[in-house]
């Protein structure tokens, strides 16, 4: 499936979200007997782990269709790297969306400069570089912080290789957006 036609289903199906029109395609115990022996989802959701935030639910997909990386913050690793590498090369996606959230607690924990033990100061010192970008920008800090996560993150995996040799050949597309909590549209930013 073509990036474009990618991303219009997942706009798509966060409209049937947002409209209480959920068709619950391909959760049927004969798409699951369809799909046991391979994989071919159209798009990878690099998304945060926050509970409100479910991949399949708010774009109404089903088995086999997301291939979902879920972390706090969504942000990047070598080993979240390897696994969109995969989609990309291994399983034919031709679409990357990077999903941040309103009001995200990652971002919120880094705005604060929060001294937090343990490892969460790894996500807080990924997401640090995203607020200080927003720091000098007008308006609600946090919010801004979030937007500027996204595309971050975006740079991030655009101008990782292999990825952005499969960017630059136009095999993959990689596209940042953010979930609003209060009514759950998903915003194409960049
Ligand atoms: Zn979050």
């Given at each position: 499936m073509k990036a474009d036609h990618a991303l219009e289903k997942l706009i798509a199906g966060n409209q049937r979200y947002v409209t209480h029109q959920l068709v619950h395609h391909h959760q049927s115990s004969s798409r699951m007997r369809a799909i046991a022996t391979g994989q071919h989802p159209f798009a990878v959701i690099l998304g945060?782990?926050?509970?409100?935030?479910?991949p399949e639910i708010i774009f109404d997909q089903g088995l086999g269709d997301l291939f979902v990386i879920r972390v706090a913050g969504n942000i990047l690793d070598d080993a979240i790297l390897g696994s969109i590498e995969y989609a990309a090369?291994?399983?034919?996606?031709s679409l990357v969306l990077v999903l941040g959230h309103e009001r995200c607690g990652a971002v919120a924990a880094t705005v604060k400069h929060a001294d937090i033990p343990g490892h969460i100061s790894t996500l807080l010192n990924a997401i640090q570089p995203a607020v200080d970008r927003a720091k000098?920008?007008?308006?609600d800090l946090l919010d801004n912080a979030v937007r500027a996560n996204i595309q971050l993150v975006v740079e991030q995996l655009k101008s990782s290789m292999p990825v952005a040799e499969l960017v630059q050949h136009s095999r993959l597309k990689i596209v940042g957006a953010q979930y609003k909590l209060d009514c759950g549209t998903v915003e194409v930013l960049f």
């Open positions: 945060c782990a926050d509970s409100r935030v479910p090369e291994e399983l034919g996606t000098d920008e007008p308006g």
